[in-house]
């Protein structure tokens, strides 16, 4: 009676493990139908939005920055880089080959660059936001390396936003969250180049920038916040102010398109302990080009970066 049993038992955890991977496989599938659903176009592009990012060229622009870190201001300078490319809506990278499921994207790569005394930091942050569509963000991404160490985060939009983040602090370390879809401050610097007039206004609830979070140690969640909108003759100027975390933040663009972004002031709290007190960190233009820089590797193409005041 024995083998029979034995027998059994076998079979009836092949059989758990078969149906398993039947649903992860299924699991799967729903998530990319859904973020394909998702993102299906919710209006049509204008010719000119075609015309300018589907170019072959992305858009460069250098900004000279003035950053609040530890309580100091530090000079250095920041680089949008805006580009389109078709995303894999399931693996969420980029693709290399033609689909009818590719998510056309705006990507924007954001890098900043300052000393802290004898040390360096370098940030950068990546959004890959669906050009015809009203959604979140599909995946954002932010590293900063000092010479301390290094941290890492990122968001994979899925059912939920799964977040993945690395630290060598102690108090962060290594974190596997699952967040409620909530309003992305990273994604809405793609959504004023796209059309303004969608972005979100009042009281809303918001996840701040990767890099702040990371920086100042804050969890990584929606915080509640008040979005507004105040209009010149030539530029709009988009603020979000987070009461919780005693920060705000003001984009300013200009009111055509391509609604370039001249400058943003983002002030919190710097420093730690006796040396903290509020501070603003800005970033004023210097020069914005279009370029395939990716092609642009030799070291003749170094002009370049003299052009836009990166040297």
Known sequence: MKKPILLFAILSILAIIACSNVQTDASAKTVEKDIVENTKPAKSLSEEFKKYWYAGQAEISSYQLEQARYGEIRKGTAVLIYVTEDFLPKEQVKADTNSPNNIPVLKLNATKNFNTGIYPYS??????YPVADNQHAIKVSNSIQEWCGHVYAQLNNRTLFEVTSHSYFEKEADQNLLLDKAILENELWAKIRIDPEDLPLGNIQVIPSFEFCRLRHQQIKAYTAKASLQKEDATSTYTIEYPELDRSISITFTNSFPYTIEHWE???????????????????????????????????????REELGLN
């Open 123 to 128: 940030i950068m942050q990546s959004t890959f």
């Open 266 to 304: 983002e002030t919190y709290i710097s420093g730690f302990g006796a040396n903290a007190k509020k501070m603003t960190t800005k970033a004023t233009k210097i020069k914005s080009i279009k370029s395939a820089y990716w092609g642009k590797n030799s070291n003749t193409d170094e002009s370049l």
